[in-house]
C-alpha cells in the first residue's frame, strides 16, 4: 500500500493552530481565515485518518496522535525551509560577533546557530555567552556586533523578536522545608529575573533566603537540579532534570530583543534575526 504524502501548507497550519493555542491566533499568524485554517486542519485529519486536534467552543488541545504528528511536523518544516532558504536567499558573506544572553542557553541556541550556519555557510559567526547587561555594555564599546538580550521593564531600546513566560522552576518532587526560609539560587545582582522574582516574594509576603549565587546560568540551574533551591528561568529554556515549580508568585513575561546598530551591516543581520524569529516557537 503508498502511503500518501503529507501536505506542508497542512501541516504548517497545524503547526501554528498547536503552537499558538487556537485557530484565531493560528490563522493571524499565518495571514489567512479561521475557516480557511479550520479546513486545513480537517483535510490532515482526513488523510491521516486520526484526529490530532480535541475542539471546544473555548479551546483547543492535541490528542495523543497530535502530539507524535506535532514533532514530526516541525522536523519537517524546519528541513523544509533550510533547504529553501539555502535554494534562495541572497549569498550572505562576512563576520559578525553575536553576544547571547545565557538565559536563551542551552536548549535553543545550539540547534538554531547550526540551522543557520548550514543556511548560510560564509557567514562567519563568533558567539559570547552571558549576561544580558555586560553584553551590551560590550556592545557599546565596539567589542560585539549585536545582542539577543533582555529588555527590562519599560524599557523601549532594541528591537523586540518574542516574549516568554519566566517561570519558577525545581527539581521534580522538590517541595519547600517547612518552618524555613524559602531558599532561592539566583544569578548576581543587576539580572532582571532575579529583581522580579525577589520583589515579587517581598511583595506576597514570603521570607526567602538567596543560599547560592552563581555568574553563571548553567551554574544556577545545577544548584536547582541538585535540589537545593528553587529558581527561575525563562519557560522555553528549562534544561533537562527542571520542571515548573508552582505556588509560588507569578513573574510575568520577559521580553527577547536585539540590541546593536545594524547600519551598515544589515546584509549580515537581517538573516539571523529573521531565521531566530522562526526558528522560535511562540512563546
Not at 500500500?1 to 499568524?29: I, K, N, S, W, Y
Not at 521593564?153 to 523578536?161: F, K, N, Q, V
Amino acid at each position: 500500500m503508498r502511503l500518501p504524502d503529507l501536505d506542508l501548507d497542512l501541516l504548517r497550519c497545524f503547526v501554528q493552530v498547536a503552537e499558538r493555542g487556537g485557530f484565531t491566533a493560528g490563522a493571524a499568524a499565518l495571514g489567512l481565515t479561521q475557516s480557511a485554517v479550520s479546513l486545513k486542519v480537517k483535510r490532515l485529519e482526513e488523510l491521516l485518518q486520526k484526529r490530532v486536534l480535541e475542539r471546544t467552543s473555548r479551546s483547543i488541545a492535541l490528542t495523543r496522535e497530535g502530539e507524535t504528528l506535532l514533532a514530526y511536523a516541525r522536523r519537517m518544516l524546519a528541513l523544509n525551509d533550510e533547504a529553501v532558504r539555502r535554494m534562495i536567499a541572497p549569498p550572505v558573506a562576512g563576520r559578525l560577533r553575536l553576544g547571547v544572553a545565557d538565559h536563551f542557553v542551552p536548549r535553543n541556541l545550539a540547534p538554531i546557530l547550526a540551522r543557520f550556519a548550514r543556511t548560510f555557510p560564509e557567514l562567519a559567526l563568533e558567539i559570547e555567552v552571558g549576561r544580558s547587561h555586560e553584553l551590551r555594555a560590550a556592545q557599546e564599546r565596539g567589542e560585539l556586533d549585536l545582542v539577543l538580550g533582555k529588555r527590562r521593564d519599560g524599557e523601549t531600546e532594541g528591537r523586540p523578536i518574542w516574549t516568554e513566560p519566566i517561570v519558577w522552576v525545581a527539581a521534580p518532587g522538590w517541595a519547600p522545608p517547612e518552618g524555613r526560609p524559602l531558599p532561592v539560587a539566583m544569578l548576581p545582582q543587576g539580572c532582571m529575573f532575579r529583581d522580579r522574582a525577589l520583589a515579587a516574594l517581598a511583595r506576597a509576603g514570603m521570607e526567602f533566603e538567596v543560599v547560592y549565587v552563581s555568574a553563571s546560568l548553567l551554574g544556577v540551574a545545577a544548584a536547582a537540579q541538585a535540589g537545593l533551591a528553587v529558581t527561575v528561568l525563562g519557560r522555553s529554556g528549562l534544561p533537562e532534570g527542571l520542571t515548573e515549580h508552582h505556588g509560588l508568585p507569578a513573574l510575568g513575561v520577559a521580553e527577547m530583543a536585539v540590541f546593536g546598530d545594524a547600519t551598515g551591516q544589515s546584509q549580515l543581520v537581517e538573516p539571523l534575526i529573521g531565521f531566530i524569529r522562526e526558528s522560535i516557537a511562540p512563546g
